[in-house]
């Protein structure tokens, strides 16, 4: 007998870097097939396409795209909205096909009449404005390293029975620039989303899981941030009117090794458009 879904009301993932070795997706299925969400948003980066290589696009990156393929075919509300490394997708920006749809922001009306402001946050980075090149050099090599990282995991865990590692993570908290640009991030979100009367900001972008109240002279707002799926592994839930913050723990890994998944055929960016246009035309509008 399968275990039953948690019902959520709203779900924020984001920078799950689907055609990137770093991404995590068999751990993100998992927690997808764990919930049975009314609003799912996706708050940017879930494709990457900066680095998109036809010749690498595993069996587990596809089964997270029919997961929420399948969520849509029965009326699951889906936001997907662009990030930087999916900025291609900005110029269908408002497009709909049946309950997705494609948006650079969004304005959730939430219980008790409060709003929350929820958009990607690459807007904020001074290295995209003006240096896109050098981020995407630094995505390569933040790549790179997550490939290092998975291999010294390994001899940490198989060889000297340890736990694991995050080298990313080690040196963003331990430069002062990262933690400075991280607080700089937060502060200016919170500040515009108070100036236009949110209850909360929400975004992505900085693979910095947080939730905090950050209050300024003209008033105070919840900041929320969805994280990653590449160290973090993890999402925003909203539900009966309470944000909590999902993060994968070691016993939601055991479950998924012990678990069984269901086989999906195999199928290229083309039969993949042409699936969603078939299972969606009777809802397009």
């Not at 927690?31 to 879930?46: A, E, F, Q, R, T």
């Not at 930087?84 to 497009?95: A, S, T, V």
């Not at 090794?257 to 246009?277: A, N, P, Y």
Request: proline fraction near 1%.
């Amino acid at each position: 007998m399968s275990k039953q879904k948690r019902q959520v009301d709203i779900i924020v993932i984001s920078d799950v870097h689907l055609g990137t070795y770093g991404c995590r997706a068999k751990e993100l299925l998992h927690y997808l097939k764990s919930i049975k969400p009314k609003i799912v948003v996706l708050n940017g980066d879930i494709i990457d396409i900066w680095q998109f290589n036809k010749s690498y696009w595993p069996k587990s990156h596809m089964k997270v795209i029919k997961h929420i393929m399948n969520w849509l075919s029965k009326g699951v509300k889906v936001y997907y909205i662009t990030g930087n490394h999916d900025e291609m997708l900005r110029k269908f920006e408002g497009f709909k096909m049946g309950s997705f749809q494609i948006l650079n922001k969004l304005i959730l009306e939430l219980d008790n009449q409060e709003k929350a402001w929820i958009f990607h946050g690459d807007v904020f980075d001074v290295t995209m404005q003006h240096s896109k090149w050098l981020a995407k050099l630094g995505a390569i090599g933040y790549d790179s390293l997550i490939i290092i990282n998975s291999l010294a995991n390994w001899i940490s865990e198989t060889v000297f029975k340890k736990g694991k590692l995050s080298f990313s993570k080690k040196i963003k908290n331990s430069v002062k620039g990262a933690i400075k640009f991280i607080n700089g991030f937060e502060e200016t979100a919170a500040d515009i989303g108070i100036s236009m009367n949110y209850q909360y900001v929400v975004c992505g972008h900085i693979h910095h899981p947080e939730m905090r109240k950050i209050e300024q002279n003209h008033g105070s707002i919840m900041y929320l941030n969805s994280g990653d799926w590449i160290e973090n592994l993890t999402a925003l839930e909203y539900h009966k009117g309470q944000w909590d913050l999902f993060r994968f723990s070691e016993s939601e890994r055991m479950a998924m090794l012990h678990g069984t998944e269901e086989e999906v055929e195999e199928m290229d960016i083309k039969q993949l458009f042409s699936q969603m246009v078939s299972d969606f035309s009777l809802k397009t509008s």
